[in-house]
């Protein structure tokens, strides 16, 4: 299993190596790359993404507002209570050239003081090292 994990996660970093595109395309394709380990690597496992980075038209950014969207929410929520924490939340960002906004930093402090982990991510292997740490404590 360890064979095929870091075989996946080669390929996704070759695959983010080749992107020379926007920045919201990079984070996209870490953010797509990191479902697709989490599938691998987790098959069990329950998240969920917000769709806070896709770039929507006037009509929809009003209505996805109106329906309870709010900025700064952090990309990736994952679903799993721990021994130590309520559940696992990341920030994901291209890499180490971008940084948080002022309501994502908001949020990531009010997440951890509320009882969950959360973190801001850049690139691929980070989002993998906190999952993977994350997974390693025991469950309640």
Do not use: H
């Amino acid at each position: 299993k360890k064979e095929l994990l870091n075989s996946i996660r080669e390929l996704l970093t070759v695959e983010l190596l080749e992107v020379n595109s926007s920045k919201v395309k990079k984070e996209a394709l870490v953010q797509s790359s990191f479902c697709t380990y989490m599938k691998f690597a987790y098959p069990d496992l329950r998240y969920c993404a917000s769709l806070g980075g896709i770039r929507t038209s006037m009509k929809q950014a009003v209505l996805a507002k109106k329906t309870g969207y709010v900025k700064g929410f952090p990309d990736m929520q994952i679903l799993r209570v721990n021994k130590e924490y309520a559940g696992l939340f990341l920030e994901i960002k291209a890499d180490k050239k971008s940084y948080p906004t002022k309501e994502q930093k908001e949020w990531v402090s009010y997440l951890n003081e509320a009882g969950y982990y959360a973190e801001v991510v850049k690139g691929l292997d980070q989002c993998i090292e906190v999952l993977d740490w994350y997974m390693t404590i025991p469950t309640k």
